[in-house]
């Protein structure tokens, strides 16, 4: 695929799901590691993004993408390429502790007052409510069609493994190919080796299920 600016389409170029405006740090990663930089998500939605780039032009056809405020890394297909900024199609996706239900997230996890402090005001208060579901990955399930691993510790008090597995039964419910990795002792975030080990083998082996092998 070119990464010639002038190839890209308009753009309102066409994608089969609306995307949401964000705001949102991101990391790309190619070259089996050895390249990586820093990039914006400008928008998103369960099957692509828009990404500014900077002065960063030149992009191979599939890298990886990591969006560190949801803690998600999604396997990613160059579509477009308009200089300081691209489009990108998810191939994969491994939710590494997400908060998919910011309404259950909210009555579940030891911070169960950061909706309040974030809004000023308690989620039953108003229209919160509502807008915390549509700021839901549950809410928007259907739309989700990449293939998922997701990973959770079952000790996790920060972000509740329940996020996790409601998102799984969406996904099957859906049809979405799907995979729910479950950690014991484990709290927000992957600590012992053995558990640490297995986490990498299966992401490999998950990226290189749905990754094309680059062309000798």
Not at 60 to 84: C, M
Not at 111 to 133: I, R
Request: proline share 6%; charged share 20%.
């Amino acid at each position: 695929m070119s990464n010639d600016a002038n190839d890209a389409p308009p753009p309102a170029e066409r994608r089969p799901k609306g995307r949401k405006r964000v705001l949102l740090t991101g990391i790309i990663a190619y070259g089996n590691g050895a390249h990586s930089f820093h990039c914006t998500f400008r928008n998103l939605s369960e099957t692509g993004a828009r990404l500014a780039v900077g002065n960063n032009s030149q992009f191979p056809s599939d890298f990886y993408l990591i969006n560190i405020r949801d803690r998600v890394v999604y396997e990613a297909k160059l579509v477009w390429n308009r200089g300081t900024e691209i489009g990108v199609t998810f191939k994969a996706a491994i939710p590494l502790a997400p908060i998919t239900n910011i309404i259950s997230y909210n009555y579940m996890t030891y911070y169960n007052q950061y909706e309040a402090m974030e809004w000023g005001v308690y989620p039953h208060q108003g229209n919160l409510m509502d807008t915390l579901l549509q700021r839901s990955s549950i809410r928007h399930v259907a739309n989700a069609h990449t293939p998922t691993m997701l990973m959770h510790g079952e000790n996790d008090n920060d972000v509740p493994i329940a996020e996790a597995e409601q998102f799984y039964i969406g996904l099957k419910d859906v049809g979405t190919e799907a995979v729910m990795v479950r950690y014991p002792r484990e709290g927000h975030g992957i600590r012992e080796s053995k558990h640490v080990v297995d986490s990498i083998d299966r992401s490999i082996r998950w990226y290189e299920k749905h990754f094309s092998r680059p062309r000798s």
